[in-house]
């Protein structure tokens, strides 16, 4: 008998951080855990929102799971839109303490890395799928300096050094509507669209072989 190997996709949210009761990133990706796309099993993993430690659960979870795309979600608290994210950068500075009380400032994730990766995502043709599907969504050319971009950083230098066949991304996404009516004025999304969103991007990111050729740049 020809036993069929179960491809996975490792999708990440992290916990709550910074007094919020929910991290709307943990809810969108769990919601999908064993939703198939394209002969691929998406296995959702929380991370726990502190530098250092966030990083080993997702090199312990690449490493159980080989997972054939790796996409990280996080929140970001004032963003309107799905946030594709560029670039990760070599530098934590926290502007707040992480969830284990350490705020590093102006230090390398790797002292011997390069100062940034590229995602190995689509990024234009993810945005551009999104938007055809009535989901907002934009390029982002920074993740920030806090565990997000720590997060995105250690993902994209494990993939490049041990597994660079592996697509990986990061996207952020902004509070849903219960968060945003405890910071008036602030954007929100609801859940279910960018659940949505990140279907899109599961499914742009296992199909399209190269990227788009669109305009996804910002004057400032
Ligand atoms: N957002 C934070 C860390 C965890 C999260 O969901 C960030 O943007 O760095």
């Avoid at 590093?104 to 390069?114: A, F, K, V």
Wanted: hydrophobic share 45%; proline share 7%.
């Amino acid at each position: 008998m020809i036993q069929q190997i179960q491809q996975n996709i490792l999708l990440t949210g992290f916990e709550p951080f910074e007094q919020e009761p929910l991290n709307p990133s943990w809810e969108a990706v769990r919601a999908l855990d064993g939703w198939s796309c394209q002969g691929a099993r998406v296995a959702a993993r929380q991370l726990p929102c502190v530098f250092g430690s966030a990083l080993q659960v997702l090199d312990q979870l690449i490493a159980e799971l080989k997972p054939v795309l790796v996409i990280c979600v996080g929140q970001a608290g004032g963003r309107s839109q799905l946030s594709v994210e560029r670039v990760a950068i070599n530098v934590d500075d926290a502007r707040i303490a992480d969830n284990a009380g350490c705020q590093p400032i102006d230090q390398p994730i790797c002292s011997d890395g390069p100062a940034a990766y590229f995602s190995t995502l689509p990024i234009k043709g993810v945005v551009k799928a999104m938007r055809a599907a009535g989901i907002p969504a934009e390029v982002s050319q920074t993740a920030g300096t806090f565990v997000c971009n720590h997060v995105f950083y250690g993902l994209m230098h494990q993939l490049a050094t041990h597994a660079p066949e592996v697509r990986g991304g990061f996207i952020h996404i902004p509070y849903i509507p219960s968060q945003a009516a405890r910071h008036p004025g602030q954007p929100s999304l609801a859940l279910e669209t960018v659940i949505g969103g990140l279907r899109v991007a599961l499914q742009s990111a296992l199909t399209l072989q190269q990227d788009v050729i669109e305009g996804g740049g910002q004057l400032h």
